[in-house]
């Protein structure tokens, strides 16, 4: 950029050294000299050789710059090759690292799935303790059944026992011969049965209906 600028100052400073009016085309210090009376401004010449000086030594200065940043460009390189070494063990770390982290997920998800079947199993277990208590309410309540069902049973025969026993003696007394009398209880009620000389005896029942 610096160079491009030179060839503009050059010209400018060429054309300021031999100017020529643009105008008219004549040179300028002639004009001046014999009266132009269309412009009396002038160039300054040693601004711009001076301008040029520093554009060159800006020139230089930037080109000692760029030397010193190419000599410094084998250095640098093997410096990034170095770098690029201690940042491949790095990456290599950060994936492991990564992957650590990923395993960590999965296995927090699988610590909670662990606690949730806990909290389910622990849910079922009070279910089933619920379901043995009342289990254990309906056996006590059905042997309370069945231990008052027994009694009465028990009841039931003592009674039908005594009927039948009251049935036979009466039977004997009315029936003088060898007679014998029995009351059951089955399904279908009550039932008075006689034998007579061991054989059972529907008349002797009829009669006594009668």
């Known amino acids: 950029m610096l160079r491009s600028e030179l060839p503009e100052s050059r010209a400018r400073w060429i054309a300021e050294n031999n100017p020529v009016c643009p105008i008219c085309a004549v040179p300028i210090d002639k004009a001046v000299a014999e009266g132009c009376g269309i412009s009396t401004a002038t160039c300054d010449l040693h601004a711009l050789q001076h301008q040029i000086i520093n554009l060159k030594g800006n020139v230089d200065r930037e080109a000692q710059d760029i030397l010193a940043l190419e000599n410094q460009k084998?250095?640098?390189?093997?410096?990034?090759g170095i770098a690029r070494q201690h940042l491949k063990p790095l990456e290599q770390t950060v994936a492991a690292l990564e992957r650590s982290l990923l395993d960590q997920s999965n296995t927090i998800r699988a610590v909670q799935r662990l606690v949730d079947d806990a909290d389910r199993y622990e849910k079922l277990l009070i279910d089933r303790e619920n379901v043995a208590?009342?289990?254990?309410?309906a056996t006590s309540q059905l042997g309370s059944r069945r231990d008052e069902l027994s009694a009465r049973r028990q009841s039931a025969r003592e009674s039908i026992a005594r009927l039948s026993f009251a049935f036979d003696t009466v039977l004997k007394e009315l029936v003088p011969s060898n007679i014998d009398g029995e009351a059951r209880l089955d399904g279908n009620g009550l039932s008075l049965t006689a034998k007579l000389d061991g054989e059972r005896s529907t008349a002797a029942i009829d009669s006594l209906r009668s």
Do not use: F, M
């Not at 084998?74 to 990034?80: C, D, F, N, P, R």
């Not at 208590?133 to 309410?137: H, I, K, M, P």
């Open 133 to 137: 208590s009342s289990l254990e309410r």
């Open 74 to 80: 084998s250095s640098l390189q093997y410096e990034l």
